[in-house]
């Protein structure tokens, strides 16, 4: 498989020229603005994820998505991720077979429970069904997948008998993968479901989660199967120079992690730490030379064919995100190829 390199983003509320954080509206349109340029510089993916809260404008990833398709012919485009959980999986499948049809082949899901808990709230979902709203809208997605009329039952939806869902996909199906954020068990149940799987790695050296790529094989192995592609979803932001990309990044990303952090009881981000996490972990911060290097010693470590850089980060301005991606996809993308030729072909 050749080796992805995408970008993604979280439609963050960011700051305007005047400092200010800018409308919903205005971040929205500014996603698919920034999804066009990815195209143009030769990012080969563009992700949007799903959040239902004020500090991220993007609840519904499809209508984006759908806006940027029409205006993209190249690259793929999908969620990061849909939360499956809170949705109900035939109208997920239904709203990504229509964006499917309408991108001509080149949409793609990527499902999971997100790190965020307030779509169960606002649907009206009991957060201690936690595990089975999952497990069973899973069964149920992946059987809309791959066979025509489903017959189907379970605890947390009406049952379906012998029932057509429409659109249908074309003969080559829909792209789907399953959002992973580190547990044994979530490594497992994509290789039940024998669909590529996503590894979120938002802190600590990517390294550490070789074990649950080592899992993923191991369980391929178990059931006599062919794995299926792996990738990462990681944050990062490309500058002229390391100290540019560390000194435009920090405030805006410490705002960003105080504010969560202050939701999940975290200490507020101290610049030290904040180092550290550039220079030793998941955070692919500084000029092209250095993030290239960065994101080719995680996909030779995980032995990867898909990477995706999340380049918004909080009230980081529009623009700053604009020149980030002219510099991945210029720049460190034919790096990132040229440095990982030899494993990609084998």
């Known amino acids: 498989m050749t080796l992805s390199l995408g970008l993604g983003t979280f439609g963050d509320i960011s700051n305007g020229p005047n400092g200010q954080p800018l409308r919903h509206d205005e971040v929205l349109r500014n996603v698919v603005a920034e999804g066009v ?3 143009q510089v030769g990012v080969d993916h563009f992700g949007i994820g799903e959040h239902h809260r004020e500090d991220f404008a993007v609840s519904s990833p499809e209508t984006v998505l759908a806006a940027l398709a029409s205006r993209t012919s190249r690259m793929t485009i999908g969620s990061a991720v849909t939360v499956l959980s809170s949705d109900d999986p035939v109208r997920v499948f239904q709203r990504f077979s229509t964006l499917n049809a309408i991108a001509d082949g080149r949409a793609e899901a990527i499902l999971g429970r997100g790190s965020f808990t307030e779509s169960f709230p606002l649907f009206g979902l009991n957060l201690q069904q936690y595990e089975i709203l999952f497990e069973e809208k899973l069964d149920l997605f992946v059987r809309l997948l791959r066979e025509d009329r489903v017959t189907w039952s379970g605890q947390t939806r009406a049952a379906l008998s012998n029932q057509g869902v429409y659109p249908t996909l074309p003969p080559q199906g829909l792209s789907t993968w399953i959002g992973v ?26 390294r550490r989660f070789r074990p649950f790529v080592d899992l993923y094989h191991r369980a391929y192995d178990q059931i006599g199967g062919t794995p ?27 705002a960003m992690m105080d504010k969560i952090g202050g939701e999940r009881g975290w200490p507020p981000l ?23 290097r960065k994101i080719a010693g995680t996909i030779k470590a995980l032995g990867l064919q898909r990477f995706d850089m999340k380049y918004s980060h909080g009230t980081l301005p529009h623009e700053d995100m604009c020149r980030t991606i002219e510099l991945y996809g210029t720049r460190v993308i034919p790096m990132v190829r040229d440095m990982t030729a030899e494993v990609v072909a084998a």
């Open 37 to 39: 340029l990815a195209e």
């Open 181 to 206: 954020g580190g547990s044994p068990e979530s490594v497992v149940r994509a290789v039940r479901h024998d669909l590529p799987m996503m590894l979120a790695i938002i802190g600590g050296d990517p």
């Open 228 to 254: 299926k592609p792996l990738g990462v979803h990681s944050m990062g932001f490309v500058a002229e120079t390391d100290e540019a990309a560390r000194e435009t990044l920090y405030p805006h990303y410490k």
């Open 270 to 292: 101290s610049k030290d730490r904040f180092i550290a996490e550039v220079e030793g972990g998941a955070l692919n911060v500084g000029s092209p030379d250095t993030v290239a």
